[in-house]
């Protein structure tokens, strides 16, 4: 693992190659269980994991199915099925892998709040890709009356990860996520922690002149882009220069509503522009509540440019404080951390230089090696 993580952190949550720096035996047939599918407009950072996951094991000779919620795009050089809509598929998702797929090597249940409960109807070996644990999110997304709805998600997330499988292992993205199972109830030995990567850069676009800070991600409640714009009004006057919001979701309306003068909100972009704005930007801002890992971060750092996000779980793991961004504990350190990096280009490129050094120990390709261990360790793991 690289040299930042705490000797305690390897000990307590080792990764697949500190454990079988040989190669078992590996499984065939794999069958990814997911929300959705990478080409879905709702898609994220869960998604973008599972198909260079895919993508990757299918190069190395696997094949590989994604069982997902729809609408699913076409096959993407492993094959993608639908189970039906967004929701009901969780319901369905048994008896279309039965009459569309029938078998597999292994089952990939990508856990991300609702479960599908593989392990209590699939015989065979399951593996749990976790993301981050959704514990405090229940009650941000279902609020005042929707209060009892919350904690019943609460609930039975925590019963399928902890409860539900007490046999199988769990691939945690990143220590804090390792760390969320192990408060509910996971036990040490079963977690795997195999970090997301990043790819390999193109030709660096010119950085912005003019100060430009750059958030992006999907528009949702726990993303926090409306405690962004409010800060933004603190921040505006010291720096000045503009915000660009790159992302869609259910929250952009409202946003764009309490958006003051200098925000520009751009939706979905290209990958190519997504490059050229990570390369623009002076700083990442990621006011997230909670991350698996925070991708954009590792992206971003890829590109020279540092973060500033919130000290929650995730985010303390993809930036390093102080060295590759700055983590606040407060509105007004976050505030504060921001104008202190806007207005010294020598910390900047500093911390710029740090981040890319640091992304470079990132690679999709070690990605995929790792799982691909922790695959062949829960096949062979596996009893009747």
Same mark, same amino acid.
């Given at each position: 693992?690289?040299?930042?993580?705490?000797?305690?952190?390897?000990?307590?949550?080792?990764?697949?190659?500190?454990?079988?720096?040989?190669?078992?035996?590996?499984?065939?047939?794999?069958?990814?269980?997911?929300?959705?599918?990478?080409?879905?407009?709702?898609?994220?950072?869960?998604?973008?994991?599972?198909?260079?996951?895919?993508?990757?094991?299918?190069?190395?000779?696997?094949?590989?199915?994604?069982?997902?919620?729809?609408?699913?795009?076409?096959?993407?050089?492993?094959?993608?099925?639908?189970?039906?809509?967004?929701?009901?598929?969780?319901?369905?998702?048994?008896?279309?892998?039965?009459?569309?797929?029938?078998?597999?090597?292994?089952?990939?249940?990508?856990?991300?709040?609702?479960?599908?409960?593989?392990?209590?109807?699939?015989?065979?070996?399951?593996?749990?890709?976790?993301?981050?644990?959704?514990?405090?999110?229940?009650?941000?997304?279902?609020?005042?009356?929707?209060?009892?709805?919350?904690?019943?998600?609460?609930?039975?997330?925590?019963?399928?990860?902890?409860?539900?499988?007490?046999?199988? &292992?769990?691939?945690? =993205?990143? $220590?804090? !996520?390792?760390?969320? *199972?192990?408060?509910? @109830?996971?036990?040490? +030995? /079963?977690? #795997?922690?195999?970090?997301?990567?990043?790819?390999?850069?193109?030709?660096?676009?010119?950085?912005?002149?003019?100060?430009?800070?750059?958030?992006?991600?999907?528009?949702?409640?726990?993303?926090?882009?409306?405690?962004?714009?409010? &800060?933004?009004?603190? =921040?505006? $006057?010291? !720096?000045?220069?503009? *915000?660009?919001?790159? @992302?869609?979701?259910? +929250? /952009?309306? #409202?946003?764009?509503?309490?958006?003051?003068?200098?925000?520009?909100?751009?939706?979905?972009?290209?990958?190519?522009?997504?490059?050229?704005?990570?390369?623009?930007?002076?700083?990442?801002?990621?006011?997230?509540?909670?991350?698996?890992?925070?991708?954009? =971060?590792?992206?971003?750092?890829?590109?020279?440019?540092?973060?500033?996000?919130?000290?929650?779980?995730?985010? #303390?793991?993809?930036?390093?404080?102080?060295?590759?961004?700055?983590?606040?504990?407060?509105?007004?350190?976050?505030?504060?951390?921001?104008?202190?990096?806007?207005?010294?280009?020598?910390?900047?490129?500093?911390?710029?230089?740090?981040?890319?050094?640091?992304?470079?120990?990132?690679?999709?390709?070690?990605?995929?090696?790792?799982?691909?261990?922790?695959?062949?360790?829960?096949?062979?793991?596996?009893?009747?």
């Amino acid at each position: 693992m690289p040299q930042h993580v705490p000797s305690s952190l390897r000990t307590a949550f080792p990764s697949s190659a500190q454990r079988h720096p040989a190669l078992p035996p590996q499984p065939r047939r794999i069958v990814f269980l997911a929300r959705r599918d990478f080409g879905n407009e709702a898609a994220g950072g869960s998604e973008l994991l599972v198909d260079r996951l895919a993508e990757g094991l299918t190069r190395l000779g696997h094949q590989v199915t994604l069982l997902c919620g729809g609408p699913a795009s076409p096959s993407r050089g492993y094959r993608v099925v639908s189970a039906g809509g967004d929701l009901g598929h969780y319901l369905r998702a048994r008896s279309v892998f039965r009459r569309r797929i029938g078998d597999c090597d292994l089952l990939v249940e990508v856990c991300n709040g609702m479960p599908y409960l593989a392990p209590l109807w699939h015989r065979g070996p399951t593996l749990c890709l976790v993301n981050h644990v959704h514990t405090d999110l229940w009650r941000m997304r279902f609020g005042g009356p929707l209060a009892p709805a919350a904690r019943v998600g609460r609930r039975l997330e925590h019963w399928a990860l902890a409860g539900a499988r007490r046999h199988g &292992l769990l691939v945690a =993205v990143s $220590p804090s !996520t390792a760390q969320a *199972l192990r408060a509910i @109830g996971v036990e040490r +030995e /079963r977690i #795997r922690v195999v970090h997301n990567g990043v790819e390999e850069p193109g030709p660096p676009a010119e950085r912005s002149p003019e100060p430009m800070f750059l958030a992006m991600g999907r528009l949702v409640e726990y993303k926090r882009i409306d405690l962004l714009l409010r &800060l933004w009004e603190r =921040v505006r $006057p010291v !720096t000045g220069g503009r *915000l660009v919001v790159v @992302g869609d979701g259910p +929250e /952009r309306a #409202r946003l764009e509503r309490l958006a003051g003068p200098g925000v520009e909100f751009t939706g979905h972009v290209s990958e190519v522009e997504k490059h050229r704005l990570l390369c623009a930007a002076w700083l990442l801002l990621h006011p997230s509540a909670v991350e698996g890992w925070g991708l954009v =971060v590792t992206e971003a750092a890829a590109r020279g440019t540092p973060t500033v996000a919130f000290d929650v779980p995730g985010l #303390r793991d993809s930036v390093v404080d102080g060295e590759t961004g700055l983590l606040a504990r407060g509105e007004s350190s976050f505030a504060a951390a921001w104008c202190t990096l806007a207005l010294s280009t020598h910390r900047r490129t500093l911390m710029g230089k740090a981040a890319g050094d640091r992304a470079a120990q990132y690679r999709w390709s070690r990605t995929v090696r790792q799982f691909r261990t922790v695959a062949a360790e829960a096949v062979r793991g596996w009893t009747p």
